[in-house]
């Protein structure tokens, strides 16, 4: 969380793209990459990403024991997961890889701190109130830190991260979708992206 303002939030359908995509990512300033487990081709691009100097790759959209130990086993360097139960939350902790669980409300964080975490992804961010539900939040909870995904973008990041219990954003406008040309990704705007959020920073 402390390596970049914004985490590229990555929905990959072809591991063909997985290294162009990272390096683009990486050499545009961001180097935390998390690949989301919501296509087949997830793992294989784990894999692939994992091969770029400087690129930190970790999984997202992990939901379960099983996909936790698929993703180690693929190289993932941290864990994301939309939500969190104690069974994810014991075998990640147990792992010693880097655990982001998502959450929502009070009951969350606090089920949360009593695994001994205090890190979190607020998700989805927007939905589940924006800004103002997670001052509300944060308020009892002093030294919990929170990566708010879902819904953030470009024009409201810095927003997010002008707040100080928020150490970093996630965001999915980084990479464009893939046309279907066959030209692959544009890496020169994934670059450009890339830049612009890895320059990101609060505004009062």
Same mark, same amino acid.
């Given at each position: 969380?402390?390596?970049?303002?914004? &985490?590229?939030?990555?929905?990959?359908?072809?591991?063909?793209?997985? +290294?162009?995509?990272?390096?683009?990512?990486?050499?545009?300033?961001?180097?935390?990459?998390?690949?989301?487990?919501?296509?087949?081709?997830?793992?294989?691009?784990?894999?692939?990403?994992?091969?770029?100097?400087?690129?930190v790759?970790?999984?997202?959209?992990?939901?379960? !024991?099983?996909? =936790?130990?698929?993703?180690?086993?693929?190289?993932?360097?941290?864990?994301?997961?939309?939500g969190?139960?104690?069974?994810?939350? +014991?075998?990640?902790? $147990?792992?010693?890889?880097?655990? =982001?669980?998502?959450?929502?409300?009070?009951?969350? &964080?606090?089920?949360?701190?009593?695994?001994?975490?205090?890190?979190?992804?607020?998700?989805?961010?927007?939905?589940?109130?924006?800004?103002?539900?997670l001052?509300? =939040?944060?308020?009892?909870?002093? +030294?919990?830190?929170?990566?708010?995904?879902?819904?953030?973008?470009? $024009?409201?990041?810095?927003e997010?991260?002008?707040?100080?219990?928020?150490?970093?954003?996630?965001?999915?406008? =980084?990479?464009?979708?893939?046309?279907?040309?066959?030209?692959?990704?544009?890496?020169?705007?994934?670059?450009?992206?890339?830049? !612009?959020?890895?320059?990101?920073?609060?505004?009062?």
């Amino acid at each position: 969380m402390a390596l970049s303002p914004v &985490i590229p939030v990555l929905v990959i359908q072809d591991a063909a793209h997985a +290294r162009p995509i990272a390096e683009a990512l990486v050499a545009g300033g961001l180097c935390v990459l998390e690949v989301t487990l919501r296509t087949g081709a997830a793992l294989d691009v784990i894999r692939e990403m994992s091969q770029v100097e400087g690129a930190v790759v970790g999984a997202g959209t992990v939901l379960n !024991q099983d996909d =936790l130990e698929a993703s180690l086993e693929a190289g993932a360097r941290f864990i994301v997961s939309p939500g969190l139960t104690e069974g994810l939350g +014991r075998a990640a902790i $147990a792992s010693g890889v880097p655990f =982001l669980p998502g959450i929502a409300n009070a009951g969350d &964080i606090m089920r949360g701190l009593d695994l001994g975490l205090d890190r979190f992804k607020f998700f989805p961010a927007v939905a589940s109130g924006g800004i103002k539900a997670l001052r509300a =939040l944060s308020a009892p909870f002093g +030294r919990v830190r929170f990566c708010p995904t879902g819904g953030v973008d470009e $024009a409201s990041a810095a927003e997010w991260l002008a707040l100080p219990f928020v150490a970093c954003v996630g965001g999915s406008w =980084l990479v464009p979708p893939v046309a279907t040309d066959g030209r692959g990704p544009d890496v020169a705007e994934i670059r450009r992206r890339a830049a !612009q959020a890895a320059a990101l920073s609060g505004i009062a």
